[in-house]
């Protein structure tokens, strides 16, 4: 029986270079000579600290260019509220999200079976599988699941006959 899995990875070792990449350029420009702005990524948390809120704005955007470049897509990147950290300085905690959350799952499962589609969806943990008889009904849900605007990226993987 035809199955494929849908999956949320996002490559930490993409996103370790694009960190590297934004506290190089961080170190280099103009306008952040003295400040006391770093990143700092802790397994899947990458912690951007700032001295006021231009500069912690910055950084999102240099952060977002560079996971860009890298092919890491920005839906993977979920930004906390900025917080004070010790004197004027802010602090932001920026979850990469890594696995599919049991309510996207769910959601995700609801519109298969609201489609009528000859599929079956079945959540594993923090991954799908879907399973049909015939391998165009799985393409079909590929692209059913597409059409969806699911901002989190998610990967068809282990398409199997």
């Known amino acids: ?3 494929f899995d849908i999956v949320s990875r996002t490559d930490l070792a993409e996103v370790d270079n694009a960190v590297q990449g ?18 700092e990524r802790t397994d899947e948390k990458v ?10 704005k910055q950084m999102q955007e240099l952060l977002r260019g560079h996971m860009a470049r890298r092919q ?13 950290a010790s ?36 959540i594993q943990g923090d991954e799908l599988r879907v399973s049909g008889k015939k391998r165009d009904d799985l393409q079909a849900a590929i692209d059913m699941i597409k059409g969806l605007g699911i901002e989190q990226p998610l990967q068809y993987v282990n398409f199997r006959d």
Request: charged share 30%.
């Open 1 to 3: 029986m035809p199955s």
């Open 22 to 39: 934004a506290a190089r350029e961080v170190a280099t420009r103009y306008d952040f000579k003295g400040s006391n702005c770093s990143f």
């Open 47 to 56: 912690t951007l600290k700032a001295d006021n809120d231009y500069k912690l």
């Open 72 to 84: 890491v897509d920005i839906g993977a990147l979920d930004f906390g509220k900025p917080e004070k």
């Open 87 to 122: 004197g004027d300085s802010l602090r932001q905690v920026v979850t990469i999200k890594q696995g599919i959350e049991r309510e996207l799952a769910q959601r995700i499962v609801k519109e298969i079976k609201g489609a009528k589609m000859k599929v079956q969806a079945a």
